[in-house]
Structure formats: C-alpha cells, structure tokens
Nanobody, 127 residues
Framework: QVQLVESGGGLVQAGGSLRLSCAAS????????MGWFRQAPGKEREFVAT????????YYADSVKGRFTISRDNAKNTVALQMNNLKLEDTAVYYC????????????????????WGQGTQVTVSS
C-alpha cells in the first residue's frame, strides 16, 4: 500500500516555473514506477512524465519535453516535477501516481495501469 500526497502547486505567470513534490508513505516506494498526470477542466486525465523505480529512466509527453523534469529520491520517498517555461495550456490539476509496471511506453502512459494516486495539486498559469 502506498499513500501519495502532492504539494507545490499554485499560480504562476506564463514563462515562470514551479516545482511539484509528491511524498509517498510505505517502505516499498523504491519498487514503484512513479508518474505525473494532469487533468484540465472538461478534459480527460493525461500523462505528463514517468520515472523508473531506479531513477535511471524517464519518459515525457511531447507537450512537456524539454520544459519539465521528473526526478525521485528513494531515500526520502519523494518524487518531484520541475516545470519551467510554463504555458497557459499547462493549467490543470496535477496528480502523482505509483505502480509496479514494466518499462513499456504504452503501459506507462495509461492512467489505469497505476495503482495509487494522490489527491492532486492545482497549477494555474496566467498570462
């Protein structure tokens, strides 16, 4: 069982930066692939980024590649999402997710494959 709590959301101007954090409980955190997803009003939840349990592999949605960076600290049971050069279209509720998953892109970008989810944190980008 893993419990996830996100933090770090807020209001930021376009072009600015935010760093989201996700704190996980449970002694098996290092076994889990971790992902970030987001959901804008009226839209489906979509994949943003994922990181291998080892921290050695990452994968990003094309829409955030080069602007967002996912990282993890297995000693502290945390995963972070550094978001730079934010755009209006990045406005959404951001969710942290965990699952024991094969490193297969089709699996990694699918919300239903992740077993545990946080409550979400709002990110609003203004012009």
């Amino acid at each position: 069982q893993v419990q996830l709590v996100e933090s770090g959301g807020g209001l930021v101007q376009a072009g600015g930066s935010l760093r989201l954090s996700c704190a996980a409980s449970g002694h098996t955190f290092s076994s889990y692939t971790m992902g970030w997803f987001r959901q804008a009003p009226g839209k489906e939840r979509e994949f943003v980024a994922t990181i291998h349990w080892s921290g050695g592999r990452t994968y990003y949605a094309d829409s955030v590649k080069g602007r967002f960076t996912i990282s993890r600290d297995n000693a502290k049971n945390t995963v972070a999402l550094q978001m730079n050069n934010l755009k209006l279209e990045d406005t959404a509720v951001y969710y942290c997710a965990a699952g024991i998953l094969p490193w297969n892109i089709i699996v990694l970008v699918t919300t239903s494959k992740y077993n545990y989810w946080g409550q979400g944190t709002q990110v609003t980008v203004s012009s």
